[in-house]
T-cell receptor
Framework: KAGVTQTPRYLIKTRGQQVTLSCSPISGHRSVSWYQQTPGQGLQFLFEYFSETQRNKGNFPGRFSGRQFSNSRSEMNVSTLELGDSALYLC??????????????FGPGTRLTVL | DAKTTQPNSMESNEEEPVHLPCNHSTISGTDYIHWYRQLPSQGPEYVIHGLTSNVNNRMASLAIAEDRKSSTLILHRATLRDAAVYYCILREVGRQLTFGSGTQLTVLP
């Protein structure tokens, strides 16, 4: 069974640009969550989607947005990039919603560098 | 979200057991205790989870205190591949994973 895939793996952008990251969950998984990982702040939750609906949202500005398609694939978008957005963006999928017993499977991440 | 407290780092010798502690004194009755680990240059991976009783799986064991205010992740025989950051997470019903700073485990050959 294929794992969670994220594209692209590496990305370099300049300040002010926007970026779209893609995540394909494990087949059959309907929940997709996004996390940002930086050395200073660690792993922080961005948002979670289930059946094309945003179910939970972290404490990030509106420049960060996401969506989920009918095939459960998800994208996240960051507009007006800032230097502080440089991070590893991780996607995780699970079978159902964020119940406490659902194991999340993480992808390898997209390394975004903002210059 | 209820918080967890873990040591910043721990060392272990290869092939010896490792006990990774986690304190969660403000745990609520419906919080599940989850452990994930993150190997270098990889996304986190699930290790184990439990609610009240001790749990075992092929990767590790989870020992939960009777009052649930602390727990211990046990790796029975550490290998070099177990070197990672281990995160102890309390997960509320319907909520996302909230990662702390975790414990950096170093395994010495």
């Amino acid at each position: 069974k294929a794992g969670v895939t994220q594209t692209p793996r590496y990305l370099i952008k300049t300040r002010g640009q926007q970026v779209t990251l893609s995540c394909s969950p494990i087949s059959g998984h309907r929940s997709v969550s996004w996390y940002q990982q930086t050395p200073g702040q660690g792993l922080q939750f961005l948002f979670e989607y289930f059946s094309e609906t945003q179910r939970n949202k972290g404490n990030f500005p509106g420049r960060f947005s996401g969506r989920q398609f009918s095939n459960s694939r998800s994208e996240m978008n960051v507009s007006t990039l800032e230097l502080g957005d440089s991070a590893l963006y991780l996607c995780a999928s699970s079978l159902e919603t964020s119940g406490p017993y659902n194991e999340q499977f993480f992808g390898p991440g997209t390394r975004l560098t903002v210059l | 979200d209820a918080k967890t407290t873990q040591p910043n780092s721990m060392e272990s010798n290869e092939e010896e057991p490792v006990h990774l502690p986690c304190n969660h004194s403000t745990i609520s009755g419906t919080d599940y205790i989850h452990w994930y680990r993150q190997l270098p240059s990889q996304g986190p991976e699930y290790v184990i989870h439990g609610l009240t009783s001790n749990v075992n799986n092929r990767m590790a064991s989870l020992a939960i205190a009777e009052d649930r205010k602390s727990s211990t992740l046990i790796l029975h025989r550490a290998t070099l591949r177990d070197a990672a950051v281990y995160y102890c997470i309390l997960r509320e019903v319907g909520r996302q994973l909230t990662f702390g700073s975790g414990t950096q485990l170093t395994v010495l050959p």
